[in-house]
Each structure stands twice: as structure tokens, then as C-alpha cells.
């Protein structure tokens, strides 16, 4: 059963507007959210990333929003450009001395598309 | 230039005959992962390890093995490949502290197809 869900596979959004990608996870033991972009024929890249006892990171066109009593998180770029259009991953992860640590548990992914 | 390589990028094989994907780092990185990603699955950790001599098993283990002697090698070994590991295979490391909240870097992936 997944731990981390993206339950829109694609979103399309016009160049200057927000774009909003969402994540929602079930385990309330994580610790960390990250989000990884990737482009097609390349490896997922770091973006952002935000701890469990926080609720918002920043950095430049990009927020992470996270809502724990809900157990989602979301990922705001404003404004978007045509060079966002990617694939997003949320992926959790938890500091736990025992089995789980070294795991990362990733979403299944949301194509942004972003249009002039 | 600090980076993951994978090799093959691509790779053809049959059923049964068995193939290694070899992942090194030159970032002197104690943390290393496999992945593999498929279409609606996302991505899905294979095996990790924490340092040399230091592996263990992610989400989808079976039908795969690693090992780690070095540092900066984690080779994945496909023992008898079968079609439903036909995908496309990440490689990804970081430095031990970070992984949690922090950036792994990921290889630029190899296609696998088994027929």
C-alpha cells in the first residue's frame, strides 16, 4: 500500500500562473517531505524539501506548504514557466534507528505541463 | 565534476541471462539507492545501502541483489532476469546525514529490457 500518494497524474497551467501539486501521505511518522523534479531522459533532481515540525519552506519561485493534521502537503510555484513543465515527485522520509531508516518512499508523480 | 554514471544507459537481455548494472559516485558519498521507475508506479526503492558491507532491501527487493565492497560502486545484479523487470533503473547517492531532509543526486537511468 503506498505511503505517499499523487493523485493527479497531470496538471496544466498557463506561464505566470500558480502552479499547485499535491501529496498526501498516511504515515504520520515521517519526518521529511521532499520534492524531486525530473525531466525526461534524466535522473530525478532535488527541489525543496520541508521538516515534519514545520509547515512552510521557501526558496525563490518555489513553497512547500505542509498540513500534518491533514497529512498532505503541496508544492506552490509562482509565477510558472514553460522550463517547470517536468514531472514532480513527493517522496517522505523517516529518522528511525531501526528498519526504516534508509527508506524513501516516493509518489507515483504529476507531469506539469506549463504553457505560454 | 561531481556525478552518479550508470552503466549500460540501455540494455536488451532475455529471459534468464543474468546482467549487472554497475552505479558509481566520485562525491565520496556514504549513502547509495537503487530505484526503479514505471509507468503509474512512480518510484519505487529497490535496495540502499548506508556504507560499505552496509545494504538492505527498499520496497521491491525480489528478483535482485547488491553489493557493496567500495565505497563509491553499488552495482545492481539482475541473477535471472525476467520480463516484469523491464524498466527504467535509477541510481541515486548522498552523504549519510543528509538523505533524510536533503538531496540525493541521481544517475541519468538505465532501460532495461528483458524480452
Known amino acids: 500500500d503506498q505511503q505517499v500518494k499523487q493523485n493527479s497524474p497531470s496538471l496544466s497551467v498557463q506561464e505566470g500562473r500558480i502552479s499547485i501539486l499535491n501529496c498526501d501521505y498516511t504515515?504520520?511518522?515521517?519526518?521529511?517531505f521532499l520534492w524531486y523534479k525530473k525531466y525526461p531522459a534524466e535522473g530525478p533532481t532535488f527541489l525543496i524539501s520541508i521538516s515534519s515540525i514545520k509547515d512552510k519552506n521557501e526558496d525563490g519561485r518555489f513553497t512547500v506548504f505542509l498540513n500534518k493534521s491533514a497529512k498532505h502537503l503541496s508544492l506552490h510555484i509562482v509565477p510558472s514557466q514553460p522550463g517547470d513543465s517536468a514531472v514532480y515527485f513527493c517522496?517522505?522520509?523517516?529518522?528511525?534507528?531501526?528498519?526504516?531508516?534508509?527508506?524513501?518512499?516516493f509518489g507515483r508523480g504529476t507531469q506539469l505541463t506549463v504553457w505560454p | 565534476e561531481a556525478q552518479v554514471t550508470q552503466n549500460p544507459r540501455y540494455l536488451i537481455t532475455v529471459t534468464g541471462k543474468k546482467l549487472t548494472v554497475t552505479c558509481s559516485q566520485n562525491?565520496?558519498?556514504?549513502?547509495m539507492s537503487w530505484y526503479r521507475q514505471d509507468p503509474g508506479l512512480g518510484l519505487r526503492q529497490i535496495y540502499y545501502?548506508?556504507?560499505?558491507?552496509?545494504?538492505d532491501k527498499g520496497d521491491v527487493p525480489e528478483g535482485y541483489k547488491v553489493s557493496r565492497k567500495e565505497k563509491r560502486n553499488f552495482p545492481l545484479i539482475l541473477e535471472s532476469p525476467s520480463p516484469n523487470q523491464t524498466s527504467l533503473y535509477f541510481c541515486?547517492?548522498?552523504?549519510?546525514?543528509?538523505?533524510?531532509?536533503?538531496?540525493?543526486?541521481f544517475g541519468p537511468g538505465t532501460r532495461l529490457t528483458v524480452l
Open positions: 517522496a517522505a522520509s523517516q529518522i528511525d534507528r531501526g528498519s526504516t531508516l534508509g527508506r524513501l518512499y
Open positions: 562525491m565520496n558519498h556514504e549513502y
Open positions: 545501502s548506508m556504507n560499505v558491507e552496509v545494504t
Open positions: 504515515n504520520s511518522m515521517f519526518d521529511y
Open positions: 541515486a547517492s548522498s552523504l549519510l546525514a543528509d538523505f533524510v531532509y536533503n538531496e540525493q543526486f
